[in-house]
């Protein structure tokens, strides 16, 4: 007796220790990882209990679910399933009918050990498994179809409503049984059916509204509900979530998606058009070889230089609708069938409001910096000589372009996936399934934008003015001249990025002007990067088993599915000038702005004084506005409120631009449009055993799949460029056909060391698809103004992508694992496992150097710009530790009787990885979104009638992007996270609940920067949201 409550002292000083790590800083954390380990191998050995039993394979683990009665049965039914699964599975619960622990799906799934998500505005979205992010997606055990990840295969689940979920599981070790396992793990999704609840009526309804810090929008409303009845045959249920949230998405810092370039101090590079100090505006000191001009005596330095900053008031509106039905037919004593139907829709408008600080041409160093520091990387310039890369915190800015800038993005999704299954079990030693699969799934994207300039336009036409049929129009009176043609007498700006947000500092000239709304001239409008996707998806599946002795049964199977896509990518153009143009019809225009002048030999339109402008220039109090220019704060400091377009006025992208420019069109983007079809074939042969080995009983499986993959690629070819920002010609398809056969061998095993502790072991060759953009994208090249010489703008070519390589091989690992499972009682585990993943066939981003590729205007002018794309990587490996307590003090028996209701939920993982390249710093890049630590510490409490938790989410920095602007080795890193959330609930009576929660309570934010530190990018700005609600049920 003495000896056992010492024991479980000493589980509970290993839960409090966990927990102690969990709430240290992320650093630490990693520095006594080995403490950690070394603790949890010990205890989890310090006890004795019964080994339980295993589960089949096609065993639905939420089969045994009945009543759900808080936090502590959701506990209770995550361990549960680990305990008696197959392979290793961590699994997430729902609390109560309509309620998972968290906000999202993702957001519940990143307390699982070895799970990182991102976010779209504050929300989980995307998740990785032990650092990739090639994840499938299962509902309940077969593929799922999402409108979110139409082209990839990581699994996005912003668009889908938590409450028709039961829970998910996180399968991490395959089994040869699950034909479409991801490279590293399986998401399986699981919704209820009418034989998991009680027979009879079942109904729950919540209702609860929501609130955002930065939004302030009254309250966010959120409905579900569920209807159930079965009797001992028969039963249907149908379940139901509709949601209407806004989230604020806010961004200021660099923009994202312009890049950047490396400039020196060197005489060619600094002197140069796009240099530090141009011929008419010198800057900082002549020095041996060149220009000083951050001060330290030579000219050996280099900094990194944006294209400009943005400070971006963004609000997203997410409305949500899902639709879960379900019937089963217990047909005789042998055979049950059940039919699904998940049904979800969204309709999603991001719209962002604010500014653009930019250069005038294109990555040009039009600062020197004000705050700097060498950080003791080199490169070779230009000029062939070596210099010494330097970070900037402080730029001080001949002041270029200043726009107001306002963008609405529209995406309309839908999926639909339906299940037919006919299961017999007669009792007997063979049992079978047949299963049909069919789902399709569409998202369409529009995308409109609007720029106000607040400058006097000289930059583009010539004295600042736009020549049109009815007359010349000044471009803006009350504007300031740019510092390309104001030189010597340009304004200053300054941005201080020395802390997390950037400090902007304007000139009093900018800044009395940013009050009046006549002061802002239309620049530019366009409606580009839309598309429209479309997947369906089916499968044909059947099972069998054989139980040849109690120890033995042999399970075998063969699975056929066909996945189509297909991405039409395009813009929309308007004819301009009609009649009067080189082209009766007018010729198309994307960009429909200032600076572009309809001087283009292939369609033009002028008359004797010249060339037509593009866009016809207004001033932002123009009544053809409409009143639709409103005040708005860019939320950054030292930038006051300032004019810009509602975005909601573009909510309907194509309306809004024929308002304007009648008659747009689509115009297709054949480099990033495709189709690819995936044909698999796939069949298993699979034993499961049970035995003792020298008196230890185990359990596992073991057996061998083999997946056949037809690909048929169609690959639309990139012609000639065409003006007005169009996306260059179509030059015909491409189609390719390939085929890959892979061998997948997969084992399980576990050995009840003792009556609760469990050793599990597992290995495995796995094989994933890539995402299908990889196979079909073809070359996208980028255009932007370049003002080199004032009036006269060119449209050059500034870098691109060639998204697609049809040739590249799937993703391939082989993954091996160990873990030690103790059990305290029906909610508490305590766990620790090692995973090695050898990583033998992987996409990762690289560049490629053209120097081929014309201009907007088809002259090639031979300019150097980087292209991306996507090429293989082969030898990574990724590596870790997992250890987690699940503690429900209940089970403890020693705890005192204040403590009782009280229970923790903590995990730790560490999981190094390297692609084998190194970043300028000379640090080796990871996987990107792999984090090297994620730590969770969760806190409940609950008795008869009330109950809370408080959870913590810690996550160190990852790798974003690599070569960023076409730099090698400049790596994107996302800053470490910290997140923390809460819920409290109170039982009113058996069926009537009150509940409160609360998300990212600390104000957490996505910080972004470039290899160092010091290099500040960017920030995305999220918001605490708070929730109130009442769930019914009887």
Known sequence: MKQHSCVRRGVLLAATSIVALGSSHG??????????????????????????????????????????????????????IKRNATSVVDS??????????????????????????????????????????QVTTLL??????????????????????????????????????????????????RTRRPFDLKEGVTVAVAAEGAYGDKTKHKFDPNFNGLLSWHNDRFGFMVSAAYSDVRLSNSHNGIQEGYGAALHNEGTLDATSTNGFSPANRPRGTAVAGGVDVNGNGNSNDAFIVPQGFTGWNKINQRQRLGINGSAQWMINDALTLTGDAFFTRQNEHDRTAGFQMQNVNWQAAEFVPGQSRDTGATYVGGDGRTYNINTTQVYNYDLGNFDSYAQTDRYKSQSQNYNVELKFDNGGPFKGSLRGIYGKAHQYYDQSYLQFSMSDGRQWQPGGIGHYPDGDRVFNENGYTVNTIAGLNSLPAVVDFTGNKPVFTLPSQLLSELGD???????????????????????????????????????????????????YEFDRAAPLYAGMASDPNGCLVKWKAFDVPMSDSSCSAGDASGFYTAGLTRLANDPTLGGRVKLFNPGVAGVPAMYVLDPKAMDNALAF????????????????????????????????????????????????????????ITQYITGGPQPYGLANELGGSVNTKRDFTDILPAFNVAFDLAQNLKFRFAFSKTMTLLDLNQWGGGLNPTYAIDTSIPGTPVFRVTGGSQNGNPNLDPWRATNVEASLEYYLGRGSLLSLGAFHIAVDSFI?????????????????????????????GSGGSLKGVEAGAKLSFTDLGFMPGFLENFGIDTNFTFSPSSTGDKDLAGRKIPFQDNSKIQTNAAVFYQDSH?????????????????????????????????????????????????????????????????????????????????????????
């Not at 006594?32 to 683990?61: M, N, S, W, Y």
């Not at 889908?160 to 396992?181: E, H, M, R, W, Y």
């Not at 747009?664 to 480099?671: C, F, Q, S, T």
């Open 27 to 80: 650093a630490w954390a990693e520095e006594i990882a080995p403490v950690l380990t070394g603790t949890a191998t010990r205890l989890a050995v310090a006890e004795q209990a019964d080994g339980g039993g295993t589960a089949a394979p096609t065993a639905d683990p939420s089969a045994e679910e009945i009543i759900v009665t808080g936090i502590r049965a959701s506990q209770e039914r995550a361990v549960n």
């Open 92 to 133: 997430i619960s729902a609390e109560d009918i309509g309620k998972l622990p968290d906000v999202t799906i993702s957001d519940s799934l990143q307390r699982i050990p070895g799970v990182q998500i991102l976010r779209s505005a504050g929300e989980g979205s995307t998740i990785n498994i032990r650092g990739l992010p």
């Open 140 to 189: 309940n055990g077969e593929a799922y179809l999402g409108a979110q990840s139409i082209t990839t295969i990581q699994p996005n689940f912003n668009d889908i409503p938590s409450q028709l979920f039961a829970g998910a599981d996180v399968i991490k070790s395959a089994t040869a049984d699950s034909l479409n396992a991801g490279i590293t793990g399986t998401v399986n999704l």
């Open 517 to 567: 709304i006549s002061n802002y001239a239309l620049k530019t409008m366009s409606s580009e990067g839309n598309y429209r996707r479309k997947g369906d998806l089916k499968v044909l599946r059947a099972d069998g088993s054989y139980e040849a002795s109690p120890d033995l049964t042999v399970s075998f199977g063969g699975r056929y599915s066909e996945r189509s896509i297909n991405d």
């Open 657 to 712: 631009q024929n308002e304007f420019y009648p008659g747009n069109v689509e115009v297709m983007n054949p480099g990033a449009s495709f189709k690819v079809g995936v044909k698999q074939i796939s069949g298993y042969v699979q034993t499961d055993f049970h035995g003792d080995l020298f008196g230890v009983p185990f359990s596992g499986n073991g057996g061998v799949k083999v997946i056949n993959t037809k690909l048929d």
């Open 844 to 872: 990762q981003s690289g560049n490629e150097i053209r120097t081929d590729l014309p201009d907007n205007d088809g002259v090639v002018r031979n300019r150097t710009v980087s292209i991306s794309t996507p090429v293989q």
């Open 946 to 1034: 009330f109950q809370a938790r408080v959870a913590w989410n810690f996550r160190s920095k990852r790798a974003v992007q690599s070569n960023f602007g076409g730099i090698a080795g400049l790596e994107l890193y996302q800053a470490p996270t910290n997140y923390v959330d809460a819920s409290i609930s109170y039982d009113v009576t058996p069926n009537i609940t009150i509940y409160g929660q609360g998300s990212n309570l600390t104000g957490e934010y996505e910080k972004y920067y470039l290899t160092w530190k010091d290099q500040k990018a960017y920030n995305n700005i999220f918001e605490r949201r708070f929730t109130m609600g009442a769930r019914v049920k009887f």
